[in-house]
């Protein structure tokens, strides 16, 4: 659903340059306040900016929500990222990189851009799920990655036309769940990527190719079994070569 008209965003000339420019602004604030550790202030802000979701009737705000649901999750995970990067320059990076979203990869509304803007939402919220909310009650944990991949699966399957978007959604997201909770009393970390971000990532990613590209008349036989066989490849390294007597690696 599209919040905001197309004639808001004009597509050449000085009014593109001027809407790119406003754009950008955001994550140059967001960036200064990270800077100046008003991390708060900063969510505030990524809130605000928001506020075309509840300018329509109260009926409406529901779709709203569900359509903005990936930008916002991005967006607050820049920020949970910046707050634990240690220098500026990272900080910096994560502000570039949320400005690129916001630029390039968000106003793309072709399959591949909402296949990627799915992808991309699911795992920076969950890297930043367990990186800034690790330590919380497993039942939380759970239910936040439950929300993060019902959202996303969402977004992905708004490009397609799936009568059963919804029951795919709910179906993945009660998978994430439940590997969440799972490998959530063994909560493992490579650097800072946690084990289950890692794996639903993985097999989120290989599921979203294999609909992709079945949606798309280009899935043949053996590239189906090549993305299987891959997926399953890597899920069992990770399983099988973690250290599972510690709980950080």
């Known amino acids: 659903m599209r919040l905001i008209p197309s004639r808001l965003k004009p597509a050449i000339g000085f009014s593109h340059f001027v809407h790119i420019a406003l754009t950008a ?12 550790q008003f991390y708060q202030l900063a969510l505030a802000l990524i809130l605000v900016s928001k506020w075309r979701i509840f300018s329509v009737r109260p009926r409406y705000w529901p779709a709203n929500i569900r359509a903005n649901a990936v930008d916002i999750m991005v967006g607050i995970s820049a920020i949970v990222f910046m707050s634990y990067s240690g220098t500026a320059s990272w900080q910096l990076v994560w502000a570039i990189a949320y400005g690129c979203w916001l630029i390039f990869l968000k106003p793309n509304n072709s399959i591949l851009g909402v296949s990627l803007q799915s992808i991309v939402g699911q795992t920076a919220a969950l890297m930043a799920l367990f990186l800034g909310w690790g330590s919380m009650s497993l039942l939380i944990i759970v239910l936040s990655s439950w929300i993060i991949c019902y959202f996303a699966s969402r977004h992905f399957f708004t490009s397609f036309d799936e009568s059963y978007s919804s029951l795919y959604a709910l179906t993945w997201s009660y998978f994430a769940a439940a590997v969440t909770w799972v490998l959530g009393h063994w909560l493992l970390f490579y650097s800072v990527i946690a084990q289950p971000t890692l794996l639903l990532t993985i097999i989120g990613f290989g599921l979203a190719s294999l609909y992709y590209l ?9 590239l189906r079994r090549q993305i299987v066989i891959m997926m399953i490849a890597i899920v069992v390294i990770v399983l099988v070569f973690s250290d599972w007597t510690s709980k950080i690696i």
Do not use: C, K
């Open 25 to 36: 602004l955001l994550p140059a604030a967001i960036f200064i306040l990270a800077r100046i």
């Open 214 to 222: 079945e949606q798309t008349d280009r899935l043949s036989l053996l």
